[in-house]
């Protein structure tokens, strides 16, 4: 029997007297049935460039109809001229984004953000990897766009601004 578990370590404190109490991941035995489970190994996922770019060496393998979960992606995005760009990620569920080796950020379907800016700095002209963490649910694309989504979008010609006097 496999017992495999994920822990994120999603969030910091950052004021106040919790400051320097934080613990993340497990905190105590990890227990079956009310029995400690002794002899398991953990696997530290540090999300840094170095261990990014050793994915680079590994053998990746073209995904079937279902992956499993939690998963690694990689794509390629080549680009004449690097420009400043959205990376949106619609039907995908919550995991990170890596391009070239750099961490652009997380993402999650609830929010936030609809897109995380991608700085035109960060692409080189040619062939530029993308690599996703993902925990639930991938898509097979991966949007890019010019513009970041804003929300909602009224006319304002019907509702004309008031101002105090």
């Not at 613990?23 to 002794?38: A, S």
């Not at 953990?42 to 999300?47: H, V």
């Not at 993402?107 to 062939?127: C, E, F």
């Amino acid at each position: 029997m496999t017992l495999g578990l994920l822990v994120e370590n999603c969030g910091r404190v950052n004021y106040g007297p919790g400051l320097d109490n934080q613990r993340k991941g497990l905190v105590g035995d990890i227990t079956l049935n009310d029995v400690p489970l002794k002899k398991f190994t953990m696997y530290c996922l540090e999300m840094k460039p170095s261990y990014i770019n050793r994915l680079e060496s590994l053998k990746w393998v073209s995904v079937g109809k279902k992956p499993s979960y939690p998963a690694f992606f990689r794509g390629r995005l080549v680009v004449d001229e690097p420009t400043d760009t959205f990376v949106k990620l619609p039907n995908w569920s919550k995991g990170v984004v890596f391009v070239n080796g750099r961490n652009l950020g997380r993402h999650w379907s609830v929010g936030p953000q609809k897109g995380l800016y991608l700085p035109g700095p960060w692409l080189r002209s040619g062939d530029n990897q993308i690599v996703v963490f993902e925990e639930f649910k991938a898509d097979e694309t991966i949007h890019l766009s010019e513009n970041p989504e804003y929300g909602k979008i009224i006319d304002v010609s019907r509702h004309p601004f008031c101002t105090l006097m």
